[in-house]
């Protein structure tokens, strides 16, 4: 086992962490909603999205912004519940990708 | 809340297990092996280790402020009177003489 990429507490070479507030986008108000939703039906925890998150491929995970991780872990957590299928989820997002023309 | 029913009280001297195993750790990596203080009992809490793959969580955890010398997490004597805290659960924990 190795130090998981969410677990960088007290690495060198991290840089100084960002404190300035920033405008959220509409889709990263959506993801919350979402996220609280879904906890609010009782279908997920934090912790499950945790540690979805710390499951995730490294280098995705590093590529990632902070909503997008979180996109991503509800979407393992729905697939392993089997609420969703990633079949369902990618026949959506092509839906989506010609009615707005952007994902 | 009923009372905690975890091994160690306030003012207890504690080392933090050096435990590395597959599945969700609440205890980040900086700060195990180190030895510090009990500052705070919480109360007992689900597990999130379990909660994290879907269990009920149970038994549950007693969960503790943990403070840690700077010098001891950061081995240096920088910010003498500095403090580290840490919230950590009881079985991370081993009694320290």
Redesign the interface.
Known sequence: MARGHHDVGGLPGAGAIEVTEHQLSDWEILADAVNQALGARGIKRTDEMRRAREEMDSAAYRDMTYYERWIASIETILIEKNILTKAEIDRKLVEFESKWGEP | MTPATGRFRTGDRVKVKFE?????LRT???IRGKSGRIEKVYGDFLN?EL????KDGLPKKTLYQVAFDHSE??GKAQGAKDKVLVDIYDHWLETLA
Do not use: I, K, Q, T
Request: hydrophobic residues 40%; charged residues 15%; glycine residues 14%.
């Open positions: 590395d195993r597959p599945g969700h980040p990596w900086y999130p909660l994290a793959f879907g997490v950061f």
